[in-house]
């Protein structure tokens, strides 16, 4: 029983590890362009998502990339920390 409680606290932490990566990740990108256009696409339930900047008219290409967040979760994440 307690082999069991173990594994369940280390699976919370990672958890909980990959959640911040996940956020620091998302705000590192969106400082490299705070004005561009952000969509974000995964597939429903799924436990990461994709990321896309669009770029200000005339300002080069679209770039994206992977973060290790729920869409809904990426979605509140973006509403608080970067939303008006």
């Given at each position: 029983m307690l082999?069991?409680?173990?594994i369940f606290q280390s699976s919370a932490s990672k958890e909980g590890?990959?959640?911040?990566?996940?956020?620091?990740?998302?705000?590192?990108?969106?400082?490299e362009s705070p004005r561009?256009?952000?969509?974000?696409?995964s597939e429903?339930?799924?436990p990461e998502a994709e990321l896309c900047r669009q770029p200000p008219a005339g300002g080069?290409?679209?770039?994206?990339?992977?973060?290790a967040?729920?869409?809904?979760?990426?979605?509140?994440y973006m509403q608080v920390r970067f939303g008006s």
């Open positions: 082999n069991n409680l173990n590890q990959n959640q911040k990566d996940g956020r620091r990740t998302v705000a590192d990108f969106v400082k561009a256009v952000y969509t974000f696409d429903r339930d799924a080069g290409r679209t770039s994206c990339i992977k973060v967040m729920a869409s809904k979760e990426l979605f509140q």
